[in-house]
């Protein structure tokens, strides 16, 4: 599975409800629209937890007998199924669950023997590390790639450049994860191979890399998010190098570009302070977007990484049929999805002041 | 904000990123002093022993513990009345002594005085009682309840007929007499078992359900915390009435993936791992690394059950053995195992007092096979549909399952393999829904009662053991005499004529055994793995004599 | 259609992303009689062989192959696999795999995607709203999720012996994973076909269509869908690229194709853990799956900025 926005998707303009551009006052405007936008949220939400509620309810298998293992007992498992309500008509089973979600209650585990919020929260957590490495790295070299091709514009660098970008959207993540491993962990023995920290004793770490907090922090935690960070930033980095390019070159045709160089600004300084600014909207609606996506979807790279985060523990909870999980998860990351397009959106404001939110 | 810097975004990210930052183990960055850490290394590290678990806890309640991997971390915290020795021998534990009467019905056991629970209270021959009864009490719904079913009155208890089991019996405060509804020769090694370790009855009936979460025993290790998914620490038990651990603190880090842990092994960062079978050649040929191997043929079976209940291998003995015959077990055990597994030829491991030495099994023997196969009725595999394979995730039982396929292929016979987690694995071979599935099994208890009793005989039909749904009345028969002969010999001769039926009949497709060869750091010493180890969990292994060299 | 083939020659990269799926191609189409031995045999006693490895047909006879019909001698180019298969073949067939796969849920994909997006676009008002909030809620699923749910539903006795009567020779894992991925890739071409349907609506031959008194339906099927081929032909070939990686994710994750049959995903999750002592088993699957994804990824370059000059300075 690709960990990126569909290649189809790579968003041309920012979305139709930001570009409003109506005179308003600030303040309470901006309020409301935050309101509206997360009242418009609801039914998408609701949408992606009845899809998953009602594929699930066809799922082969009987989580009870799951949960009761191995000495099977008709008499317990009935109790059992009343007492999960499984006995229920599958709407019933829905409206029970909604229920349950409003007063922000995910339900508990079948296999792990937690509540679905309480055993999530820790991968959830590992996992948005991940993502917000991935994504600066991205950044950063994405931007800084897309920057040197616009401004060398059919040069050698330039298609070097963007053969790279193209290749980076094609290569298979966990491909390339093992490659990574292979060269900079098994080969070079510069990174580790796997897992997200240090598991010894921290002291005698301490003591070994002789007190130095830096050495300590990097072989303590810096050098396991290096691997998986860069394998997961790939596809977000070619996609951001790509639209860059892109959004720059557009940007530099335009009149007041031309005005500025011709008062005789210095090409760097037009560069980034004129035309990077405004090319900055599409490129800002292609992180969010990643961002989202790369949150939910970095299975593939935790898998080969052996990281402890939400995209492991949702194929193992699929696996396991352990629906509550999976339903809980399924839920926290459409939120994500939904709050970190909003945020994107209310970003615009913050880059182009002719945007106003109505 | 009507300027917008793209480095304001890269900024809040990257903060974002370091606010999960570790702190410095002293607190003050600028100090490179080990004010805390109090020494060198080794003795650093002589305080620690990280334990690899392949799998999260389920639980720790001695009555709900049905998984190797919490036995592991529960073996560390209870005692039974009786224990295992590192050979597989039963010796005192709680028990300082005990007798068995001529007949073979009453257990009477002396205790040991002053053994405290973690809590600081006394166990007394009470604890015993209520720590039995407990796993028969229709409230525990015990999933081993059925081990207590030789005492005399569990089952009554159980279902609501008497007010107490009737065969426990506390004589005085120091000793505790058991009797059986009929004799039962492995009846001392079944009280080895996690199941029978010894509870408080106070802090289990404060908070019965929270036990499994927060145990206390009188064992080795102390319970401190269990962090799901991530860790479960114990602490050395100051006060255990053995010898007290040298080990301070004993960290089970749950670790799913094998190539993380040997990775861990190799930086140093755990005392013990397993080898993946796909490591073992890189192992083998790292002279550091291959002389840290320890372990030996263990009581751990692989092997593949037929659903003798269900069509087509339901009364067809001729078609389970042409399957046995088609598989080559060599080519498994060379390339997949690396010579890290053992032929499997009997029903009974070796290791115990009694073991067919001179079973050949099924060797491979393709054109044995096919006319075996043309007897079942299926010449050439004609007319038999295709098998479907359950077998769990694992990438290396998959490569197994693939040369299984291929092998019987080669006689006709179309498999198709589907992998499933453990859980929904277990629940379609107990509900008896699969035709043709992975078996495992690691021995309770050294005694072929273990196999024979609980895998074979009808009275574990289906969920119970017999997955294979397999029955035979002369079999039931000789393995139910077996259970109440007290002489050794006369058992070892039944198990014998038992064991003949069943490996005639082939209720299973025997593959191998599994080693219980495991990694160990140099230094550690003292650390003796069993026969009845499943590595990395190593259930039995004494973690508690364990010692540091350096 | 000539044209169209000399503007990609002339375009350079379009050109070759059309050779590596011209290659890809063949490879699908002919794996039987390309391949040199059978992709799913297990040549005992010639397991974890490096590229280069030849067997005689000594060896071949004392491991008795030929008895099994198997062809005795040869060299295995690419080496062979823990189990003794040859990689050259299995990459061969998993090609055939690949390319059904992502085409099939690409035509999936594009069905979806085009009614709905027609729909909406054409008709507007609250069935607009509701379509679109539909593409939203499966725009906002976790995509990788759904597919695997959806796998794990199909993971059923009954629908498996059902797909298992009708796939004939081919893995029926596959269906799983036309169905999965097919129902899960459609919202980006639905809401591309949505905003070019809105444009052409309020067009001046739509409206003298509209006003001979054409049908709706007349309208889409002869107007409006000829006049969005350009923007779809740019977003399926794309999306073949897409659902080829997804579906080596999913195979790598162990769910779809089932053992022995071969598909690269299902090969390199096997041959990861073998990686460093046997790197050939996971470099050629790899590359192979990679080539091709950027072979459809240029020729979607390609058409893009043929077909659709608008968007020419976005590439």
Known sequence: MSETANSGQEPAAAPADAGKRRRA???????????????????????????????????????????????????????????LGLDRPFLVQYGMFLGRVSHGDLGRSYVKNLPVAEYLAPKFGNTMQLTLVAMFIAIVFGVSAGIISSAWNRSFWDYALMLLAVAGISLPVFWLGMLLQLLFANHLGWLPVSDMSYSGNPEVLWNDVGGSYIAWLWHMSIKYYVLPGFTLATVPMAIIARLTRSSMLEVMKLDYIRQARAKGLAYPRVVITHALRNALIPIITVVGNNFAVLLTGAVLTETVFAWPGMGRAMVEAINQLDYPVVLGGVMIMAVVFVVVNLIVDLTYGLVDPRVRYG | MRRFNLSILISVIALLAMAGCPKPPTGNTGNTGNTNTGGTDGQARARNYNFPLPADVKSL???????????????????????????????????????????????????????????????????????????????????????????????????????????????????????????????????????????????????????????????????????????????ANRTYFGQVPEIETLTFRIINDENTRFENFRNGTLEHCDIPPSKIKTVTDDPKLSGLISGEPAMDMYAYGFNCDAAPFKDNAALRQALNYAVDKQNIIDNIWSGLVTAQNTIVPAGMFYHYDGSTGYPYDPKKAEELLAQAGYPKGE???????????????????????????????????????????????????????????????????????????????????????????????????????????????????????????????????????????????????????????????????????? | MRDLLRQLFRHGSGFVGLVIVFVAVVAGLFCGTLSPFSPTYQYRGQEKLPPGSAITAD??????????????????????????????????????????????????????????????????????????????????????????????????????????????????????????????????????????????????????????????????LLHIIPNCMAPLTVLATMQVAYNILSEAGLSFLGLGIQPPNASWGGMLSTAKNYFYDMPWWGIFPGLALALTVLGFNLLGDGLRDILDPRMKVRT
């Open chain 2, 61 to 235: 309640d001695p009555a709900h513990i049905t998984d190797t991997v919490s036995d592991s971390v529960a073996q560390r915290l209870f005692n039974r009345l009786v224990k295992f020795d590192t050979d597989g021998s039963v010796e005192p534990d709680l028990a300082e002594s005990y007798e068995i009467s001529d007949d073979g019905l009453v257990y009477t056991f002396h205790l040991r005085s002053g053994v405290k629970f973690h809590n600081g209270e006394d166990l007394n021959a009470d604890d015993v009682i209520y720590s039995y009864t407990r796993l028969v009490d229709p409230g525990t719904n015990s999933e081993r309840a059925n081990l207590m079913f030789y005492v005399t009155g569990a089952a009554d208890y159980l279902n609501g007929s008497a007010e107490s089991v009737s065969g426990l019996k506390e004589v005085d405060e120091r000793t505790v007499q058991i009797s059986l509804s009929a004799p039962y020769a492995p009846f001392l090694n079944v009280l080895c078992m996690t199941t029978f370790g010894v509870v408080p009855g106070s802090e289990v009936t404060r908070d019965e359900k929270g036990f499994g979460a927060n145990p206390v025993g009188t064992g080795p290790f102390v319970f401190e915390s269990w962090t799901p998914d991530e860790r479960v620490v114990l602490k």
């Open chain 3, 59 to 220: 060896e071949a006879r004392q491991a008795s192959y030929a008895d099994n019909g198997q062809r005795s001698s040869g060299t295995f180019i690419w080496g062979t696999d823990s189990s003794g298969r040859d990689v050259y073949s299995r990459v061969l067939h998993g090609a055939r795999i690949s390319l059904l796969v992502g085409v099939v849920a690409t035509i999936i994909n594009v069905l979806i995607g085009l009614l709905i997006g027609t729909v909406s676009g054409y008709f507007g008002g609250w069935t607009d709203t509701l379509l679109m909030r539909l593409t939203d809620t499966f725009f906002a699923f976790p995509g990788v999720l759904l597919a695997i749910i959806i796998l794990a539903t199909l993971n059923n006795d009954e629908v498996k012996s059902v797909l298992g009567s009708i796939s004939g020779s081919i893995d029926p894992g596959i269906w799983g994973l036309f169905i999965a991925l097919g129902l899960t890739g459609w919202t980006g071409i639905a809401r591309v076909i949505r905003g070019t349907v809105i444009s052409l609506r309020e067009k001046e031959f739509i409206e003298a269509a509209r006003a001979v008194g054409c049908s709706n339906s007349r309208i889409i």
């Open chain 2, 383 to 550: 007319g038999l549909p295709p098998l479907t394979l359950n077998i769990d995730l694992q990438p290396t039982n998959k490569l197994v399952a693939e040369a299984v396929q291929e092998d019987l292929s080669r006689i006709g016979v179309t498999v198709n393999i589907e992998t499933t987690d453990w859980g929904p694995f277990l629940d379609k071979v107990y509900a008896g829904n699969s035709l043709f599935f992975q078996n495992t099994w690691l021995g309770d208890y050294p005694d072929p009662d273990n196999w024979l009793y609980q895998l074979l005989h009808s009275e574990n039909f289906g969920d119970a053991g017999n997955i294979s749904r397999w029955s035979n009345p002369q079999f039931d028969r000789l393995v139910k005499e077996a259970q109440v002969e007290p002489d050794q010999q006369k058992r070892s001769d039944l198990y014998r004529q038992a064991e003949e039926i069943a490996l005639s009949e082939a209720p299973w497709l025997l593959l191998f055994w599994k080693n219980s060869s495991t990694l160990v750091q140099p230094y550690v010493q003292g650390l003796t793995i069993t026969k009845m180890d499943r590595t990395p969990q190593l259930n039995n292994a004494p973690i508690e004599e364990v010692t540091y060299s350096d």
């Open chain 1, 25 to 83: 006052g600030e303040g309470s405007a901006f309020w409301a629209y935050v309101l509206k936008r997360l009242g418009a949220a609801l039914p998408v939400l609701i949408g992606v937890t009845f899809i998953c509620f009602a594929i699930l309810s066809a799922a082969p298998g009987d989580p009870v007998r799951i949960l009761m293992g191995q000495h099977y007992d008709e008499e317990i498992a009935s109790e059992l199924r009343v007492s």
